[in-house]
């Protein structure tokens, strides 16, 4: 089934260790997105990619990373992980960046807990 | 400070009733759109609107983009169970999307 897979589905990580999210989708969309979802405060953008090579900074980019080495995969590092970072992470793609009917196909998350 | 304020963060309705959601902001769009997310998954989109003043209808689902593209509006016509979820509503602006703070829907059987 075409979609979007992330891994780990949760994850326990104890604060300043570091931590990869993984991302993969099949549909061979140009851009994707990682979000994180917080009660009260909706999706909010952490970084996106419009293209394979190419990332930018989304509305809450700080102790965050990506890369973009091909259209399928898109990582999301957290460096030295704090508290305030549990949340629950979602990636998304789009065929394309932008464009008023961009609709977004969204994985089934990561919970993570730092401690 | 988000960008999109939905209204109300909490509702929970008897089957049957029917109820509205706003998401507003101080800010113009140049689309809105509505997605629904059930627990562990991620949002589905619902529908998009381009158009201020635009409706569209999705069976009992009824969507409204505000005249000057700040805000739009969902009801929900004699809602059922089946209609439970968050319900979040996101504004295109600079090619991205920025997504509002939500709205938990519980109707009751």
């Known amino acids: 089934i075409a979609g979007i897979t992330q891994a780990p589905t949760s994850q326990i990580l104890a604060a300043g260790r570091r931590m990869t999210l993984r991302c993969t989708q099949d549909?061979?969309?140009?851009?994707m997105y990682w979000y994180r979802q917080d009660l009260g405060l909706g999706l909010r953008l952490i970084h996106y990619s419009n293209t394979a090579g190419t990332t930018g900074k989304g509305e809450v980019p700080d102790g965050y990373s990506v890369s973009r080495a091909n259209t399928d995969d898109f990582p999301l590092t957290l460096a030295s992980a704090v508290p305030s970072q549990t949340s629950v992470y979602f990636c998304?793609?789009?065929?394309?960046?932008?464009?008023?009917?961009?609709?977004?196909?969204f994985g089934p998350g990561t919970r993570l807990t730092v401690l | 400070t988000q960008l999109l304020e939905q209204s109300p963060q909490f509702l929970s309705i008897q089957e049957g009733e029917n109820l509205t959601v706003y998401c507003n902001s101080s800010?113009?769009?140049?689309?809105l759109q509505w997605y629904r997310q059930e627990p562990g998954e991620g949002p589905v989109l619902l529908v998009t609107v381009v158009t201020g003043g635009e409706v569209k209808k999705l069976k009992r689902l009824t969507f409204q983009f505000g005249d000057a593209r700040k805000d739009s509006s969902l009801h929900i016509t004699a809602a059922q169970p089946g209609d439970t979820g968050l319900y979040l509503c996101a504004g295109g602006r600079y090619n991205q999307f920025y997504f509002g703070t939500g709205t938990s829907l519980t109707v009751i059987p």
């Open positions: 549909m061979r969309h140009n851009a």
């Open positions: 998304a793609s789009s065929d394309e960046a932008g464009g008023p009917f961009n609709e977004q196909f």
């Open positions: 800010s113009v769009f140049s689309s």
